[in-house]
């Protein structure tokens, strides 16, 4: 009898453990509104969780907790060779048509965004500015959609090399289709073409702005997408006509109180500018791996129980 209760205790450990697996696995896929009803499915394949950046005299670079902080003022912010030790791993890249990241523009300003990552053989390469057909797609935690088919940073403007605007205050996703990365100077032909897997062995950015004087950029993780679906953009919300309140005649004491508001007397309400809601990292709930986990540990909260019902049958039955 007690060998069965041992074999019923394994078979649900057993259980309770591949479905944390699964759910594991599973997580490493995050899928994110795309216009009106439709979504997108990212593959993630750098949570920069354990990413190591490398010296620059432009701008600072702080990686902490899977989460990259670019700041700088004035001039630019100028990363290259931050080492992805999970973007190495063999496939991760395999069928990306996009390269992605979830990222928020903490800036005040819009700036220009340039992805420059290392490739083996190449060197830095950078985001071409000239190349048919190129475009930058920017997706907000709504699943709003901007696409820029030019870039706004010219290689005159913007450092030796070109850059696409990320508004002010944006928080979301970038879209980087492989065909936009190239070489330097080698504007017009994509590194990436059709048929080719992008293989990178470090990452890069490049932060700059004409309005902004003070950047500050957060990247959160990398992901690839495949091709997107047919984007619908949400329907524009009609103006609704609301009507003039009715004046009436205020009674003598409200009348009072608004004669002391205006000459300046003190009611005894204040406003607090301080009180604001904030965010948690990855843009309201971008962080990958933490679908399932609540799920999961139900699930063998559940199991448990069910064997300790078990065992105390077994007791009484003797």
């Not at 944006?170 to 100077?185: A, D, M, R, S, T």
């Not at 204040?270 to 799920?295: L, R, V, Y």
């Not at 105390?312 to 039955?317: C, L, V, W």
Request: proline share 6%; net charge negative.
């Amino acid at each position: 009898m007690k060998r069965g209760i041992i074999c019923v205790l394994c078979a649900i450990f057993a259980l309770c453990f591949s479905i944390t697996v699964f759910a594991e696995e599973t997580a490493k896929t995050v899928v994110i509104p795309f216009g009106d009803g439709g979504t997108v499915a990212l593959k993630l394949v750098e949570s920069f969780d354990n990413a190591e950046d490398s010296p620059s005299e432009y701008g600072t670079c702080t990686i902490e907790n899977g989460e990259i902080l670019l700041e700088g003022m004035a001039s630019c912010v100028d990363r290259y060779g931050i080492k992805t030790p999970e973007l190495k791993a063999a496939g991760k890249l395999e069928g990306a048509k996009y390269i992605v990241f979830s990222i928020e523009n903490g800036s005040d300003g819009d700036i220009w965004f340039c992805f420059q990552p290392e490739v083996a053989g190449y060197g830095n390469v950078f985001l071409g500015g000239e190349i048919e057909g190129g475009r930058f797609i920017l997706v907000d935690k709504e699943g709003n959609m901007t696409v820029e088919t030019e870039a706004d940073g010219s290689p005159e403007t913007n450092n030796g090399r070109y850059g696409y605007t990320v508004p002010e205050a944006f928080q979301g996703y970038v879209f980087i289709p492989k065909e936009l990365v190239c070489q330097h100077q080698q504007w017009d032909k994509p590194l990436f073409g059709e048929g080719k897997d992008p293989k990178f062995e470090a990452v890069g950015f490049n932060v700059y702005s004409d309005e902004a004087a003070v950047f500050e950029l957060r990247i959160f993780d990398m992901f690839t997408a495949e091709e997107l679906p047919e984007y619908v953009p949400k329907p524009t919300p009609e103006p609704t006509n609301t009507p003039e309140p009715t004046p009436t005649k205020a009674p003598a004491n409200e009348t009072a109180k608004n004669q002391a508001n205006e000459t300046g007397a003190d009611t005894g309400k204040t406003d607090d500018p301080q009180k604001k809601d904030k965010e948690g990292k990855g843009c309201g709930g971008f962080i990958a791996g933490t679908a399932g986990t609540t799920g999961t540990a139900a699930w063998c909260v559940v199991f448990l129980a069910a064997a300790c019902a078990i065992l105390i049958a077994k007791r009484r039955e003797k």
